[in-house]
């Protein structure tokens, strides 16, 4: 960490601009040996955080390289809380590439992936969470993404994290000092307002972890597959969900061997849409290998789209169906409303779980517009959609989960009349929980993992 690193920041390939970052404490220095100023001539060092117009020279040969502008920022105020330096050239793979090279030969070294927001988290100016939120931003596809990435950036879940760590904080400060001044006649808050603290963090706690469901579709987006008994429409389905033809359909039961995968949007929510094969009994042994690969694709999925054929009586293949559906989160299709209804409702009114079916014809298209709004609403997460903090990472998720477990051993012993020393062990397992998270603990391993997703120079 004490060596100063380089890189082009900018994507690669041709373009208006590229960025070529330096970060350490002779970032400066390492610029000033190749940039000469176009106005002021002096080898001064020019003024933080303003921008100077001027060359990249080679020093061997002297010979101009670009004409660029370049950016200082003095330490602590930059991006890794070390001195950086940007030079903004010319865009083009070439250009950038020589000003590398030049940078390097002075005694810079090529930053790792993710080095740049590592340093960051390592100087105190990012925490984990945030750190994680860089790449976040930078892999955003939707706006909704993009707005949660930013929050988190911004400090969102750093702030509530870190708030529910200093209750824990205080809760266990009144635990100690009850296991060591218990016999000096203090005073202490009572056992009943501790476990109501407790109690509380382990609330909040919980409700961040219910938001990881929208979080996680927000940040990779929504599985849906859609499932039903051969030759009911699903392939057409796709197909109009998608507006272009990607299934292949055909009158023939079966048509529709395997999964097939095909991404869409509906609004700002990435959807992955799967077409599966159709669920019967007695199937061919072809059919029953594509009816395994449903059943693993709708395990997987966020949501099932159950598909009738509103035009023909239900039968054994949809009451198989139904069962094969099970709990999963599902929206209930009757396809092809253009044709005479054989429609009975009430041989699947336990199966609607008191939600109604959509009607839509996959033909026609009529229909199709409600089912995507109906789609987008189940992403959302209904109660969810007004939540300010959501978690989007598995990480978060299990580790939240464990401090919420801990917190209610906590509650449970100081109800229960166990000692403090019992209770205190579980509030600090919870806040070691808490500090992972924020990376106040971490392993090099952790670290490693999190920041090898960057690209070099991010």
């Avoid at 070529?20 to 390492?30: M, W, Y």
């Avoid at 990435?149 to 200093?166: D, T, V």
């Avoid at 849409?273 to 997987?300: F, N, Y």
Wanted: net charge neutral.
């Amino acid at each position: 960490m004490d060596d100063t690193i380089a890189a082009i920041a900018t994507p690669a390939g041709e373009g208006g601009i590229g960025i070529i970052r330096l970060s350490g404490k002779d970032a400066l220095p390492i610029a000033m040996r190749l940039f000469h100023p176009a106005v002021n001539k002096s080898t001064q060092a020019p003024a933080p955080q303003k921008v100077v117009f001027g060359e990249i020279r080679d020093p061997d040969s002297g010979r101009c390289a670009d004409e660029v502008l370049l950016t200082f920022f003095k330490a602590p105020k930059s991006y890794t809380a070390e001195d950086v330096v940007e030079i903004s050239a010319h865009g083009g793979t070439w250009i950038t590439a020589k000003i590398l090279e030049l940078v390097l030969a002075q005694g810079a070294r090529l930053a790792e992936p993710g080095e740049f927001p590592r340093r960051a988290f390592t100087n105190g100016r990012l925490d984990l969470t945030q750190a994680e939120a860089v790449a976040d931003v930078i892999e955003s596809a939707s706006n909704k993404a993009l707005a949660s990435a930013l929050s988190q950036l911004k400090g969102g879940l750093s702030r509530r994290l870190n708030a529910l760590h200093e209750n824990l904080l205080s809760a266990q400060a009144q635990l100690e000092a009850a296991i060591d001044f218990s016999e000096d006649g203090l005073t202490f808050a009572s056992r009943e307002t501790t476990q109501k603290n407790i109690q509380q963090v382990e609330m909040e706690v919980r409700k961040l972890v219910d938001t990881f469901r929208q979080g996680r579709i927000v940040r990779e987006g929504m599985r849906v597959t859609l499932v039903g008994k051969p030759n009911v429409g699903k392939s057409s389905l796709l197909n109009a969900l998608l507006r272009e033809d990607r299934a292949i359909v055909t009158s023939i039961a079966g048509t529709t061997r395997d999964t097939l995968e095909e991404r869409a949007r509906i609004k700002d929510i990435h959807i992955v849409l799967i077409d599966s094969a159709g669920l019967r009994g007695d199937p061919e042994l072809i059919e029953e290998r594509g009816m395994q690969r449903t059943r693993a694709a709708l395990e997987k999925s966020d949501l099932a789209i159950v598909v009738f054929d509103a035009s023909q009586p239900l039968d054994d293949d949809d009451e198989l169906l139904m069962k094969e559906v099970g709990q999963k989160p599902r929206l209930v299709v009757r396809n092809k409303s253009d044709l005479p209804s054989s429609w009975q409702p009430r041989r699947i009114k336990k199966f609607l779980v008191g939600g109604k079916p959509l009607a839509l014809s996959a033909k026609t298209l009529d229909g199709v517009d409600a089912l995507k709004e109906a789609i987008y609403q189940k992403a959302l997460g209904g109660e969810r959609v007004g939540e300010s903090v959501i978690i989007t990472r598995e990480r978060h998720r299990d580790h939240l989960q464990q401090a919420a477990q801990s917190l209610r051993k906590a509650g449970e012993s100081l109800k229960g009349g166990l000692s403090e020393e019992l209770v205190a062990v579980d509030v600090s397992l919870a806040m070691e929980h808490l500090g992972v998270v924020l990376g106040k603990t971490f392993e090099e391993d952790l670290l490693d993992k999190i920041f090898g997703q960057f690209c070099i120079g991010k």
